[in-house]
């Protein structure tokens, strides 16, 4: 179903059904997104927010990610969850933020209110052997650094895939850096590449996991350009797989510490283009993505979110 208007309620509430039907068999439901539990009523529920818990309702933030005013349904849809999401947050017995709560607007502090760190598992064994990761291989063999940028959709302004491609262009034309950019999603002709550049610009389209996840490792470049809401798993798996990153500065990109796991940067052509540069030195690259990947997995070990989770449990069951 499209997102017009009554969309987003309907699969949300379509899916919050079943949900409902076998929620009564528990004593505790743990729902990933707030929409969902605005739509049920369970005296023991967990929320995990994706974001700010809020839907800010910026005039040029909306123009980027919804395309307004030409897509005003769209538009209207992003309302319709920031009032879902104000209800999930009054009925939940307990909030999980994915960000530390220095993050989170101060009005949306409650006492219920816990940061754990997501979990992440980097078990998937990468690699592939079709003729699109051959041409990427032989690819990089000729190039200095590897840039890698992805995203669903390429045409939103602000995932910064545009950005990237003029920061890139700027670094082959002007300093003669030998580099390859891999872009992957879809709606690549969304897209201005310089003819210039164009063969130096692989668009991959969409890949199979495992595919995606040979793309990343050590010496690669990740660019996170990013400014939205949600938490960057991307970012996070890059960082794992030992990639260097170039990431925006958002608070869903709080693990990438300046010059320690990666390069924050400003969304602009000068900053992304400076830093692309500083990390054209191989051993810089190496060395970032050895301290990201440590850090990341530390951060984000199944055990111990495990751990951060059964505290969380045991207090709502004890009430």
Known sequence: MSDYVGGPIAKIYGASK??????????????????????????RLVLTMWGYFTWRLVPKWYAERFGFPINIPGTAAGIEFMALNTVAMRTAKVVVSLLPLKYIPRQHLQENLFYVPPPLSFSETPGSSNESRYDIDVSAEHSDIVFIFGSRDLSIKGKGAQLAVDAFTRLLLR?????????????????????????????????????????????????????????DYACLEAMVSGCAVIASDIP?????????????VSRNIDSVHSAMLDLADNDTRLNLGKNASRQVKQLTSPTEVAKSYATIYQRVLST
């Open 175 to 231: 300093d003669r850096i030998r580099a390859i950019l891999i872009i992957v999603g879809g709606k690549k002709n969304a897209l201005s590449v310089p003819n210039a550049v164009r063969d130096s610009v692989i668009f991959t389209g969409f890949l199979k996991r495992h595919d995606y996840l040979g793309l990343l490792g050590p010496g690669r470049c990740f660019l996170a350009l990013s400014h939205g809401e949600e938490l």
């Open 18 to 43: 079943e949900v409902r039907r076998i929620a009564k068999d528990f004593d505790l439901v743990h729902l990933p997104d707030s929409t969902y539990g605005a739509f049920i009523r369970h005296p």
């Open 252 to 264: 869903a990109h709080y693990v990438v510490k300046d010059h320690e796991t990666g390069r924050v």
